[in-house]
Antibody
């Protein structure tokens, strides 16, 4: 079955860029049936949508993060990535990648999440 | 501040029924957009519990059910079990501003 796996540094210094990758296994990111998303969750808080990408490269970002976020896709590696620039302690969170059906708009598959701490 | 409002916490004894509300507006639930529910056991990733208002994915017990009316939706859990203790989130689409998927703030269910 399809699985998602986040990877990347667990510690990022303030003002630097957070970079994460989500690897898709068991299925093709280019199927055209799904959006591929990033969601984060600060400790003890709720879920915040960061943005999404389609295999074609089309993106949509949360307006509150738009100036700092870039999501990209590498269909040859079956991966999509998140870059968040100028990070602060407020960006410390568990970061999840997730899949959304293009027709039904719910997150039907999630990665296990990766904890990213912003600290010097 | 979430676009979809959920109570911070609910509780119930084993075997009882609890409901969790998700209140929106006429730019999301009231506009006819479907509501979906996720269960998140602490320390783990969310999983899809209910989709399209009242549909259970394969493997989700029929103790879980969803409903939607007007600008609100509800998740009902009957025959509470200790393993149901978790955080629950509603999610829909909101057409205001740039339009996008939105989550409720989450509800912590405690099984007494």
């Amino acid at each position: 079955q399809v699985q998602l796996q986040e990877s990347g540094p667990g510690l990022v210094k303030p003002s630097q860029t957070l970079s994460l990758t989500c690897s898709v296994s068991g299925g093709s990111i280019s199927s055209g049936s799904y959006y591929w998303s990033w969601i984060r969750q600060p400790a003890g808080k709720g879920l915040e949508l960061i943005g999404r990408i389609f295999y074609s490269g089309s993106t949509k970002y949360n307006p509150s993060l738009k100036s700092r976020v870039t999501i990209s896709v590498d269909t040859s590696k079956n991966q999509f990535s998140l870059k968040l620039s100028s990070v602060t302690a407020a960006d410390t969170a568990v970061y999840y990648c997730a899949r959304v059906d293009v027709s039904f708009w719910y997150f039907d598959l999630w990665g296990r999440g990766t904890m990213v701490t912003v600290s010097s | 501040h979430s676009v979809l409002t959920q109570p911070p916490s609910v509780s119930g004894a084993p075997g009882q029924k609890v409901t969790i509300s998700c209140t929106g507006s006429n730019t999301n639930i009231g506009a006819g957009y479907d509501v979906h529910w996720y269960q998140q056991v602490p320390g783990t990733a969310p999983i899809l519990l209910i989709h399209d208002n009242n549909n259970r994915p394969s493997g989700v017990p029929d103790r879980f059910s969803g409903s939607k009316s007007g600008t609100s939706a509800s998740l009902a859990i009957t025959g509470l079990q200790a393993e149901d203790e978790a955080d629950y989130y509603c999610q829909s689409y909101d057409s205001s501003q740039s339009g996008d998927w939105v989550f409720g703030g989450g509800t912590r269910l405690t099984v007494l």
